[in-house]
Nanobody
Framework: QVILRESGGGLVQPGGSLRLSCAASGRAFSTYNMGWFRQAPGKEREFVAAISWSGGRTYYADSMKGRFTISRDNAKNTVVLEMQSLKPEDTAVYYC????????????????????WGQGTQVTVSS
């Protein structure tokens, strides 16, 4: 069982930055690929970024490349999403998720592959 808790959301102006954190419980965190997803009102949940269990590989949705950075600290059981140059269309609830298959080589970008989810944190980009 893994419990995930996101923090760091809020209101930011267009062009601004935010840092989202995800704290995870459990000893097996370092074996899980981790992902960030987001969901805007009336839209499906979409992939944002993912990182392999070792931290050596990262993946981004095309619209986030160059603006978002995902990282992890396995010693602290945390995953961080740094977001820059934020746009109004980035407004959504952001979710942290864990792939429960330990040491999986393939890093999934579809939400159905992630078995553990946080409660989400709201990000609003508006002037």
């Amino acid at each position: 069982q893994v419990i995930l808790r996101e923090s760091g959301g809020g209101l930011v102006q267009p062009g601004g930055s935010l840092r989202l954190s995800c704290a995870a419980s459990g000893r097996a965190f370092s074996t899980y690929n981790m992902g960030w997803f987001r969901q805007a009102p009336g839209k499906e949940r979409e992939f944002v970024a993912a990182i392999s269990w070792s931290g050596g590989r990262t993946y981004y949705a095309d619209s986030m490349k160059g603006r978002f950075t995902i990282s992890r600290d396995n010693a602290k059981n945390t995953v961080v999403l740094e977001m820059q140059s934020l746009k109004p269309e980035d407004t959504a609830v952001y979710y942290c998720a864990a792939d429960p298959r330990p040491n999986t080589i393939v890093v999934a970008t579809t939400p159905t592959m992630y078995g553990y989810w946080g409660q989400g944190t709201q990000v609003t980009v508006s002037s």
